[in-house]
């Protein structure tokens, strides 16, 4: 993986889906957009000071064999853990949208107006903790590159946890259980299913 793969602010299923129609509503809140390109500047350039500081000219290339040595995913789930505040954090908000989601679906411009509200909540959650976990990953010295290469192996290739990605990863035809098998209880209790869609979007930056 090199340092010219762009990163882009995409939008998974789940809660990625839920960000597409916040934002859509927030086109026509105008009073919010600057509090928004502002949380979002933020993620940026975190992601900036992340790459510059770890991937820099080559970013990210699997080990020999493709499987990461166990302190490499050691420093993973240290990343993981200390962001677990912050999925508690979108789980909720996200869970608070889809209720008010349901019921704008059966009510009047009240309740759409307070979907645009809670809306407007559920987007700086979310920019919040891609800053977060941006600014986790540099005090790690762990960049996207490595960070997602590691998620996809172990939640998507291994424990089949995850929604497998659109974009194929030459996985190890090894199965990561000789090495990583220790770490099983750990890893799996750091995935959240519902925060899982948003765990890997990052805002598209310049090389």
Known sequence: MTLGRKWKLGLGIGCGALLLVV????????WYAGRINEEYREVRDSEKNLIAATEKDTGYEPPSGGIPGVERVEVFLEVREKLEPWRRTVRSASEQFREDQERQQAGGIRDLLKLVNTGSDLAPVLAGFWTARNEALLAAGMGPGE??????????????????????????TENPATTLNILRPRLAAAFDPDVAPVELIFQETER
Not at 23 to 30: D, H, I, K, P, Q
């Open 23 to 30: 934002l859509g509503f927030m086109g026509v809140a105008t």
């Open 147 to 172: 960070y997602t290469y590691i998620y996809r192996l172990v939640y998507e290739a291994w424990l089949g946890l995850s929604e497998p990605s659109e974009e194929p990863y030459p996985f190890p």
